[in-house]
């Protein structure tokens, strides 16, 4: 157990429908990421928050996702109108920050099916 | 997209023998940093190295780093079946944190 906690586990869901999953990182950690990742592929950036500032989305996160670090705590990641191609592990991590060599502790991930 | 690449992208060895995977990549990097996945589950951190150092050991871990080749290696010696999982590479730059994986190699430890 990293510390770093995602819900749901897993997530099946109808092509169409909205999802939100949610991630709860190591209390001190400042900066909170969210990452992809498909069947035998090493995961991928998706967006990044430093305390509740979204520093940066790639642009892999079309208009249906939006993510949010309401007071810097807690994120919500949310996909809107979802598609099977949104079938993936959805992973959450965090780091120090500061002078920390930006080790990311990672979550168990969600799981997300879209039939 | 996928900055590092990992090779052997399997590979099968005898528990008690040693592992040995490498990572190249492609741009100059801040650190490098090699995480563990266990079948389905989340990735565990196992170890970081900086641009700046050469070799660092963690436990039955050992990492080394040759920035000149754009390339790292990860040693595990005397493997044990709980070895079992695939393993990643993963670099960041400089000011930029965001990590960028490579797809892995896929250990396993027979017993």
């Known amino acids: 157990d990293t510390g770093v906690s995602q819900n749901p586990r897993h997530k099946i869901t109808k092509r169409g429908q909205n999802v939100t999953f949610r991630c709860d990182p190591i209390?001190?950690?400042?900066?909170l990421y969210w990452y992809r990742q498909t069947l035998g592929q090493g995961p991928e950036f998706l967006t990044y928050?430093?305390?509740?500032?979204?520093?940066?989305k790639s642009r892999l996160l079309s208009d249906r996702f939006s993510a949010e670090r309401p007071k810097g705590s807690f994120s919500t990641l949310e996909i809107q109108r979802t598609e099977q191609g949104d079938s993936a592990m959805y992973l959450c991590a965090s780091s120090l920050g500061g002078r920390g060599g930006n080790e990311q502790f990672f979550g168990p991930g969600t799981r997300l099916t879209v039939l | 997209s996928q900055q590092g690449e990992e090779d052997p992208q399997a590979l099968s060895i005898q528990e008690g023998e040693n592992a040995t995977m490498n990572c190249s990549y492609k741009?100059?990097?801040?650190?490098l940093q090699w995480y563990r996945q266990n079948s389905g589950r989340g990735l565990v951190h196992l170890i970081l190295i900086r641009s700046n150092e050469r070799e660092k050991h963690s436990g039955r871990l050992r990492v080394t780093l040759d920035t000149s080749k754009k390339s790292s290696s990860l040693l595990i010696t005397a493997s044990r079946a709980a070895d079992t999982a695939s393993y990643f590479c993963a670099t960041d730059r400089s000011n930029d944190y965001k990590l960028s994986f490579g797809a892995g190699t896929t250990v396993t430890v027979r017993a």
């Open positions: 209390s001190e950690h400042n900066r």
């Open positions: 928050f430093q305390n509740e500032a979204q520093l940066e």
């Open positions: 741009t100059s990097i801040n650190n």
